[in-house]
Every structure is written in C-alpha cells, then in structure tokens.
C-alpha cells in the first residue's frame, strides 16, 4: 500500500516531442504529489508538485494531470529539449500525517535526442 | 542562502570502518530528512528528524546506522562496520514545513571496498 509505481523505465524523445511519465498509488490517504528531476551526479530538484483537489497543474512546459478515481498521475513535458534529459522521479506523500516521508517511484530516464 | 549542504560528496571506506556523513540544512529549515539511492534505483526514506528529535527512523536499518541533529550544527547519518552492500548514494533533504517543499542537497556517495 506504500508503494509507488512509475513506468517507463526508460524513455527516448525527438526534441520537440511531447515526454509522458506514468505513476500509480494505492494509499488513498495519500494526499501530495510531487515530480523530481534529477541530473547525474546532483541531487533531486523539485519540479512540480500536485494536490488531490485539482485535476492539472500546468508551470511553463510542464504539466502534472490527476485522476483520483484511478489512483494514477502522470507529468507531460511538451515541447521536449535536450537539456530535458535526466532521470525524473513521481513521488506521494500523506501531508496530514505527522512526517514528512515521501515514497518515490523507481525513476524514469529521459532522453530527448537533438 | 545556501542549499542544503552535504558533505563530504565522496567517501570510501574499507568494509568494518565507520561512515559518517554531515547534512546542514537550509538557513531556516528545521525538518530534516536523509534517503538512500542505490545505482538505478529511486529514493528510499530513512529517517525523519528535528532539532534534538528523531521523529520517524522506520526506514533505517536495525543495525548499524544511525542518525542525529544536534541543537548546533550539521545533521549526521552514521554507519558502523560498513559493509559492500551500504555502498550508495545517501541524500539528505530539508524543508521548513512537514512534508513540502523539500529542497535536496547534492548527496554523498559511499563506497565500500
């Protein structure tokens, strides 16, 4: 029930092509829902992050869409350039509970080719 | 402001030495978290602390590892008698609300030989 479950594990794009990662919950408690991008060799850098009572949330080219019937979220990343690439990672968190323990999925590497 | 600051960035360790990995957070942040990356694989929790309080250790090991954040200075993660299999890369992040708005530092990288 904690897990988080991100797919693909891999993703190849042309540049200018849209990027679209998939994650799955099953803790219906969980309430937070945040992206990280992540470059070799650095730390996760927060990208965008979602609560359940909105259906999309859209910053610049990046855009999270929610379905709480389904328990899925997914980031699209339109119009895709080469300084996209690098491993990004869904995350669920319950924000009422009393730490601040996120679960991440496995991580998707992005590359989008020139 | 300074990020979150890790250091040092690499450390080996021969197997049966001791680890010891420095966190300082964000100039406000009072909530401090450290995860574990194994090589490609996600972030996984180990520890939830607070000045002088460790608040949720539900992802440490039983053995071994150990954590603290001192009233002054930096958040530490130990681990005694590292073994091959710690060999990671251990982030530490920091918030200044439970849970929100993380923000990471640039992780240690440990290796065991």
């Known amino acids: 029930q904690q897990q988080v479950k991100q797919s693909p594990q891999s993703l190849i794009v042309q540049k200018g092509g849209i990027s679209i990662i998939n994650c799955a919950y099953e803790?219906?408690?969980?309430?937070?829902f945040p992206w990280y991008q992540q470059f070799p060799g650095k730390g996760p850098a927060l990208l965008i992050a979602?609560?359940?009572?909105?259906s999309e949330k859209k910053e610049g080219r990046f855009t999270i869409s929610f379905n709480k019937s389904a328990k899925q979220f997914s980031l699209h990343i339109m119009d895709s350039q080469p300084g996209d690439s690098a491993t990004y990672f869904c995350?669920?968190?319950?924000?009422?509970?009393?730490?601040?323990?996120?679960?991440f999925g496995q991580g998707t590497t992005l590359q989008v080719k020139p | 402001n300074a990020g979150v600051m890790q250091n040092p960035r690499h450390l080996v360790r021969r197997r049966g030495q001791e680890a010891r990995l420095r966190c300082s957070p964000m100039?406000?942040?009072?909530?401090v978290y450290w995860y574990r990356q194994l090589p490609e694989e996600g972030l996984k929790f180990m520890v939830y602390l607070q000045k002088e309080n460790i608040i949720d250790e539900s992802g440490m090991p039983k053995e071994r590892f150990s954590a603290e954040f001192p009233k002054e200075g930096p958040s530490i993660l130990r681990i005694q008698q590292v073994v091959r299999g710690d060999s990671a890369a251990y982030f530490c992040?920091?918030?200044?609300?439970?849970?929100?708005?993380?923000?990471f530092g640039s992780g240690t990288r440990l290796t065991v030989v």
């Open positions: 100039k406000g942040h009072s909530h």
């Open positions: 995350a669920a968190n319950k924000g009422s509970s009393n730490t601040g323990k996120l679960i």
């Open positions: 979602i609560r359940p009572d909105v």
């Open positions: 992040a920091s918030s200044s609300q439970i849970g929100d708005g993380y923000t």
């Open positions: 803790n219906t408690a969980f309430d937070y």
